[in-house]
């Protein structure tokens, strides 16, 4: 059974900074995939950053502007969020890939607005 808790999330104003940060636990050997998806009301959820293999994916929309980093010995991902807009609100999720199994944190909500 894997475990994935979230943290980080808030109301901020926009062009203000958040960390989100993910920790997984439970049985398991290593971790492939790390990363962080987001859903907006009435929107599907998308990719925001994500780490495999050695790289790198980010969202054409906060290239630049959001850093996702992973601490292996900690099975921890985090996400800063800088120069937020109000286009980012959404609830976050922290996602894992286990083998062939994607696994999901329930989600943290992020408000931007003045």
């Known amino acids: 059974q894997v475990q994935l808790v979230e943290s980080g999330g808030g109301l901020v104003q926009p062009g203000g900074s958040l960390r989100l940060s993910c920790t997984a636990s439970?049985?398991?050997?290593?971790?492939?995939?790390m990363g962080w998806y987001r859903q907006a009301p009435g929107q599907q959820r998308e990719m925001v950053a994500a780490l495999s293999s050695g790289s790198t994916s980010y969202a054409s929309s906060v290239k630049g502007r959001f850093t996702v980093s992973r601490d292996n010995a900690k099975n921890t991902v985090s996400l800063q969020m800088n120069s937020l807009k109000p286009e980012d609100t959404a609830v976050y999720y922290c996602?894992?890939?286990?083998?062939?199994?994607?696994?999901w944190g329930k989600g943290t909500l992020v408000t931007v607005a003045s």
């Open positions: 439970g049985s398991f050997f290593s971790i492939r995939s």
């Open positions: 996602w894992i890939a286990i083998g062939g199994e994607d696994y």
